[in-house]
């Protein structure tokens, strides 16, 4: 029989679900960004318990494993010292003649318009481990960023 007349099941043409990709790296963390990783364990592992519906539980499940391992995997950073950007830090820098703040934190936690920059985005690359005082390399210039000042964030070394 040709295989045109064949019924097969949905199943056989839906999209696989793939995992959510673990980044590449180390999982450093700030103290804060370990709390909420472990909070929201909690909350999808009791929101799992309490679906009924198969495909949506499916869905809370394949987030928790993400956010299981990253949770399993992270590396809680220290206070970076004073005068260093680093994890934890809150960075005043100049770029374009403008003056800007930014905490850099982990992957996970990162919110660019709550001013939480991942360590592994280009500027938070660019400004790890620059001190104060420090013309900085980014987006093809030398010396495109001056680090002006660079503390603990106590909000996020919480």
């Known amino acids: 029989m040709s295989v045109a007349f ?13 995992e959510w990709p673990i980044p590449v790296g180390p999982n450093l963390v700030t103290p804060r ?14 929101a799992v318990a309490a679906e009924s519906d198969e495909e949506a539980k499916k869905k809370l499940q394949r987030r928790l494993r ?3 391992t990253r949770h399993a995997t992270a590396e809680v950073q220290a206070a970076p010292a004073p005068d260093v950007a680093g994890i934890g830090s809150r960075v005043r820098y100049t770029l374009n003649g403008a003056t800007r703040a930014i905490t850099i934190v ?18 938070g690359r660019a400004l790890m481990g620059a001190e104060v005082g420090d013309l900085v390399a980014f987006q093809g210039r030398e010396d495109a960023i ?3 000042a660079a503390a603990a964030d106590p909000e996020v070394m919480a």
Not at 6 to 18: C, G, L, M, V, Y
Not at 106 to 123: C, K, Q, R, S, V
Request: charged letters at 35%; aromatic letters at 6%.
């Open 146 to 148: 001056e680090i002006v």
């Open 106 to 123: 982990g992957h996970d936690e990162a919110d660019p318009g709550a001013g939480l920059i991942a360590f592994t985005a280009p500027l």
């Open 33 to 46: 960004g370990a709390r909420l990783l472990g909070e929201e364990v909690a909350r999808l592992e009791a």
């Open 66 to 68: 993400y956010l299981g």
């Open 6 to 18: 064949r019924r097969e099941s949905d199943d056989e043409h839906r999209e696989p679900a793939f």
